[in-house]
């Protein structure tokens, strides 16, 4: 009878033929268990009708008239974790190339500066605002222009705010509107309050 095809099962009959236990051959074989499961693993082995074969065939020739060589039992190799030396989004993933471009810039800075969220400058991108919390990070040309925006639209609010609130003194200019022409809307207070609050991410409550 050849030699078995499975290295460990040849390693196995080779130790009970030499009067190894079981249990013990299952060991040197190169399973790793338990002891009380190497004992049900080994039994288990024992009685399979190929390695018992070999088995008997080797316990009536003896291991030294044995012509065939011992196989050596291959080793196994442990992977090593790769380690990640650079931030998750620096690292080159496959897929769609970026869309981004130096010139949104100039842009993103604009509409900042007409007081919308980062949500509504992804909408109008035409991209997700997962995307765009990733170009903020890989390009900081493009935050700072959108974090510049945005502060120039909140201070210019705040000063607003401020005067009205401490009652500023302007010049008074009487018009006189022709008929037909357009009226000049102010925004009440409240709206640009409101502004601030969303911009800064704080919850509405109506005025007082």
Not at 114 to 124: F, K, N, R, S, V
Request: aromatic content about 6%.
């Amino acid at each position: 009878m050849p030699i078995l095809r499975n290295v460990r099962h040849e390693r196995f009959a080779r130790e009970v033929a030499k009067g190894k236990s079981a249990a013990a051959a299952y060991g040197l074989a190169g399973y790793e268990c338990t002891a009380h499961k190497a004992r049900g693993h080994g039994h288990r082995l024992r009685t399979r009708e190929d390695i018992a074969a070999r088995i008997d065939e080797l316990s009536a020739k003896g291991l030294a008239h044995i012509a065939e060589p011992e196989p050596t039992a291959k080793r196994l190799r442990k992977r090593k974790p790769k380690v990640r030396t650079l931030p998750k989004f620096m690292h080159q993933r496959p897929g769609q190339p970026t869309r981004y471009e130096p010139a949104f810039c100039p842009r993103a800075r604009r509409l900042a500066l007409l007081g919308l969220t980062d949500t509504e400058i992804a909408d109008l991108f035409g991209i997700c605002p997962d995307t765009l919390y990733e170009w903020r990070r890989r390009h900081p040309e493009f935050s700072d222009s959108v974090d510049a925006g945005k502060a120039e639209a909140d201070a210019a609010v705040a000063v607003s705010l401020y005067e009205r609130a401490t009652g500023a003194k302007v010049p008074a200019v009487k018009i006189f509107m022709p008929a037909g022409a357009d009226a000049l809307f102010t925004p009440p207070m409240s709206r640009s309050c409101a502004q601030c609050r969303r911009r800064k991410g704080l919850a509405l409550q109506p005025p007082a």
